[in-house]
């Protein structure tokens, strides 16, 4: 009994009394000084919003206008708006390309087409979107498509993703709602568990309602990245402490990674991830054959990554005979002066891969 006396009451008890005040004390303190929406958006202001819950962060977006750009609204594969886009030729123009990927794909093929001038260019794509969303969109997009060329971008640093159905987790900071298939083999043939909410519309309406919680539960079992304490929205997204707390946990839990990417040794070609590329990777070959268009695969790798995203595909593509261009040939990814500030490749490293590319649009043979 005096040893718990001791404990509750003693020298120790009050030390951790203490700091447990000053904690709440600067909890509150930082709370008020960057409760304002103008002070969040400020340098400080931003790094203690940034651990924000991911669904905490979708009710703060929800709450502004609608604007052009926003994450809201990126990346949606939504037939009705791929149907609009026309695929007539622009004057002047004698080939037809299609794009999709991500913002790296994106750039390249459109320094490259600038560098031809007789291009026409479609492209869709969604924000660091994994190749299942790139897929996807290729797929969907096949009733309205009239392209000669299809390039289709794999971001080295987005092949872990293929483990999600949304952009909610695998960009914590800046989650997009956008949400694509998740692909799987049975065999030797690909499966997908569809996601139940598809559109934004549906996810603005769903938010928050049961339609939405249904879809919570769907992420538990079908996304490996999710995880509740990241996730859900809950009265401890008002401590900024905690924020720290979960923003440090993100960074420490790379759980897309985990048994699929390892910096030192590259790819796990056994995964179900690289598996799945592979095949997915083979199917857009028949496809595009079928469709009588020309496919060119860019295996984009991303800054410390080297060319462990050719290590692992290369020799799929080889044995499919399908065209690429792999940027390991052309720059090292370990050299941090390819690479912006935003993990981008500077406009010297794109144009490089533009030329090759431009080349290769045109049917033309290239080193890769």
Same mark, same amino acid.
């Given at each position: ?40 958006? /400020?340098? +400080? ?6 651990? %924000? *819950? ?8 929800? !709450? #502004? =206008? ?121 065999? /030797?043939? +690909? ?6 909410? %598809? *559109? ?8 928050? !309602? #049961? =339609? ?157």
């Amino acid at each position: 009994m005096g040893l718990l006396k001791t404990i509750l009451l003693g020298r120790s008890a009050k030390i951790v009394l203490w700091v447990i005040l000053w904690l709440a004390l600067a909890d509150v303190a930082v709370n008020v000084a960057f409760g304002s929406r103008s002070a969040r958006q /400020t340098t +400080l202001g931003r790094y203690f919003e940034y651990g %924000r *819950s991911v669904e905490g962060k979708l009710a703060e977006a929800l !709450k #502004e =206008e609608r604007k052009k750009g926003s994450l809201l609204s990126a990346g949606w594969i939504d037939p009705e708006l791929l149907k609009s886009v026309s695929w007539d030729r622009n004057e002047g123009t004698d080939l037809t390309v299609a794009v999709y990927g991500q913002s790296f794909s994106m750039q390249a093929t459109n320094a490259a087409v600038a560098l031809d001038g007789k291009i026409t260019l479609r492209g869709f794509g969604g924000p660091g979107a994994p190749p299942n969303h790139s897929y996807a969109g290729y797929t969907a997009d096949t009733p309205f498509r009239k392209a000669d060329v299809v390039v289709f971008g794999v971001l080295s640093a987005s092949v872990p993703d293929m483990g999600s159905i949304s952009g909610l987790l695998w960009q914590f900071e800046s989650p997009a709602p956008f949400t694509f298939p998740r692909y799987r083999l049975a065999g /030797t043939q +690909l499966t997908e568990v569809t996601p139940l909410i %598809r *559109s934004e519309n549906q996810f603005r309406q769903a938010f928050g !309602k #049961e =339609e939405w919680r249904q879809f919570k539960q769907q992420l538990a079992t079908s996304d490996r990245g999710y995880d509740w304490f990241v996730f859900d929205q809950s009265p401890l997204d008002r401590s900024a402490i905690v924020r720290l707390v979960r923003r440090g946990w993100v960074a420490h839990h790379e759980s897309y990674d985990q048994g699929v990417y390892d910096s030192h040794k590259g790819f796990n070609t056994e995964s179900d991830e690289v598996r799945v590329l592979k095949e997915m990777l083979v199917d857009l070959q028949r496809r595009t054959q079928q469709r009588g268009e020309r496919l060119i695969v860019l295996l984009l790798h991303t800054r410390g990554q080297s060319d462990h995203l050719a290590q692992a595909i290369e020799p799929t593509l080889k044995a499919a005979k399908i065209d690429y261009i792999s940027t390991h040939t052309l720059f090292s990814a370990n050299d941090p002066t390819n690479f912006l500030p935003d993990g981008h490749y500077v406009p010297t490293t794109n144009q490089k891969l533009a030329t090759v590319l431009a080349s290769k649009l045109r049917g033309r043979n290239t080193d890769r």
